[in-house]
């Protein structure tokens, strides 16, 4: 692999590593229930499954298909459920489960909701920057 080569996939996963670091710390704080990122980390897999399976308006996502997209143990999806219900993020809703609007909607201009907005924009201009530099080195064989 060539210095190039390897100076822009270094970029491009730290660029994606801040940006990750960044969301999960500021998420953790949205989430009185857990301790600490590393405890609330499965949580947020389950909360990002059912948030895509929102966006992409398919009928309410179930405990199988969670476990499936964010390879959790289902068991740990069962015990997760629950509390996410609790605190209000999620919806249960006939056999699946739904994002909780009303939770978004109150913390759309919480403060860690727009760190996570900056984190990725930020993420999204260097990796941005990285591919412009790509183009520009012309790839040694």
């Keep these: 692999m060539t ?6 996939r270094h970029s491009k996963a730290a660029a994606i590593s801040r940006m990750f670091l960044t969301c999960c710390r500021a ?3 949205a989430y009185p229930h857990q301790k600490n990122v590393g405890q609330l980390l499965p949580d947020l897999l389950v909360i990002m499954a059912i948030r895509v399976n929102d ?12 476990a499936r997209v964010t390879g959790l143990p289902r068991s740990n999806v069962r015990r997760i459920l629950p ?5 209000g993020v999620i919806d249960e809703s006939g056999e699946g489960y ?10 759309i201009k919480a403060r860690y909701f727009q760190a996570v907005l900056r984190a990725v924009q930020r993420c999204a201009r260097e990796l941005a ?4 530099l790509a183009m520009a080195i012309p790839a040694i064989s």
Excluded: C, W
């Design 3 to 8: 210095d190039h080569v390897y100076a822009r």
């Design 27 to 29: 998420m953790a704080t």
């Design 55 to 66: 966006e992409r308006k398919r009928k309410p996502i179930t405990q199988s298909q969670i």
């Design 83 to 87: 509390v996410l219900l609790d605190v």
């Design 98 to 107: 739904t994002g909780n609007v009303n939770f978004l909607t109150k913390r």
């Design 129 to 132: 920057h990285v591919a412009i």
